[in-house]
């Protein structure tokens, strides 16, 4: 795939709408993490320095179409004029006639942060009308917020169609690699599973079964596959709805000789908290009123062995509670089995990109995509729609 990039217009004078993920976690007023906004200032310093006057505009939480104080661009604005090292004004909405006056007032390479746009219900509906207001002010548009890509929203979807439109230097990469791993990766491939839920990974799984050579399950995933092989998990997370799915997954991976290789052993713990009393216990018989938070040091070793022997892994969701200790030693000891191993290694963003990152160990994998779900369905070979919009040569 093969996109019109931000190198391929002159920017200068131009009025750019960029549209962005800084979607980042906030602590007392200030962003606790600035990954995505760091990842994205490449692109805009582009932009910038060709003379754009450029407007930003993000999401930011789950504000349902309505205003929420709490979710508000302005932190996200001063700590992206920090990296800068200028001033960036953030404005009070992201749409009408403070909009519009704000980015004409602009000196050439100047930048403001809009407000946040899902405070307006049209952007998660992609209505024609807000996609319209939301483009009325500027020239062009640029997005580079990869890991919206699978959305059809109004400010990545709709003002596509309305604008001439363009990939960012960070949309451009995701596509390149991740295009690397789903159409030639280094075999064996294999597709590291954890997170909290079943039933976000069961279209990847399914998906990715005929174009991998094994899966290795771990996080909560792992207890309803447990389930459907026949074992008591205590009280560990099982979505039981999805077994019979699951079983007959596992029956088509016999079939095609695909791996999927399951805990041996589990941390346990009656509730989810520091500090508990902890257990090693076997993965298939986890105690009544104990709960599975972590893979265990034989699963450890048995995942690493594998990964070391892989030519492409793509890891998606930590293996464990790694938020609350000691729920996260899983998690990091396959991290640093994954950076040590000769394969190429790819982290699909969200939580698992959250962990390498407090780990220190984000700069040692091969890649680490700012996607989390849209890494799964761009791999999976599902519609990207805010891809698909974007002019291609």
């Known amino acids: 795939m093969k996109l019109r990039t ?7 004078g131009q009025k750019v709408l960029l549209r962005a ?12 993490d600035d990954g995505r906004i ?6 805009l310093r582009l932009l ?15 504000p349902d179409g309505r205003v929420v104080g709490e979710l ?3 932190p996200v604005a001063v700590r992206l004029g920090e990296l800068l090292g200028r001033g ?47 483009a009325a002010p500027f020239d062009a548009f640029v997005n580079d917020a990869f890991a919206t890509a699978h959305r059809a929203h109004a ?33 064996p491939y294999y597709v590291l599973v954890g997170g909290k839920k079943a039933k976000d990974k069961l279209g990847v799984l399914t998906d990715l079964l005929p174009k991998v050579d094994g899966f290795l399950v771990g996080g909560g995933v792992a207890f309803t596959f447990l389930v459907a092989q026949g074992h008591s998990v205590g009280k560990s997370v099982v979505d039981s709805s999805l077994v019979g799915a699951l079983r007959e997954l596992l029956g088509k991976a016999e079939e095609r000789g695909t791996t999927i290789l399951l805990p041996e052993d589990v941390v346990v713990a009656r509730e989810l908290a520091a500090g508990v009393e902890t257990r090693v216990v076997p993965a298939s018989a986890i105690p009544e009123g104990w709960m599975g938070l972590d893979i265990g040091p034989a699963t450890v070793g048995r995942f690493s062995e594998a990964v070391a022997g892989a030519g492409t892994v793509v890891w998606a969701g930590p293996l464990g509670a790694f938020e609350i200790p000691p729920f996260g030693a899983g998690t990091a000891a396959v991290a640093r089995a994954l950076v040590g191993s000769g394969a190429f290694t790819v982290v699909g963003g969200g939580e698992t990109g959250e962990a390498v990152e407090k780990l220190g160990l984000a700069d040692k994998f091969g890649y680490v995509s700012t996607g989390g779900g849209a890494t799964l369905d761009f791999l999976r070979g599902e519609p990207m729609p805010a891809l698909e919009v974007l002019g291609r040569s």
Request: a neutral charge; one cysteine or more.
């Open 155 to 187: 400010s990545t979807v709709g003002v596509a169609r309305l604008l001439p439109s363009y990939a960012g230097l960070l949309m451009e990469r995701e596509v390149e690699v991740l295009s690397g791993v789903r159409d030639r990766p280094r075999r």
């Open 6 to 12: 931000v190198r391929d217009f002159d920017p200068r």
């Open 88 to 134: 960036v004004p953030a404005l009070r909405d992201c749409v009408g006639g403070e909009v519009g006056r704000a980015v004409d007032a602009l000196p050439s390479g100047g930048a403001v942060v809009l407000e946040n746009v899902r405070f307006h219900a049209g952007e998660e509906e992609n209505d024609p009308g807000f996609a319209r207001e939301l």
């Open 48 to 62: 910038l320095e060709r003379g754009a006057r450029v407007a930003v505009l993000s999401h930011l939480g789950r």
């Open 38 to 43: 760091r990842a994205v200032v490449p692109t």
């Open 21 to 32: 993920d800084l979607n980042v976690p906030l602590a007392n007023g200030r962003v606790a």
């Open 72 to 74: 508000r661009m302005a």
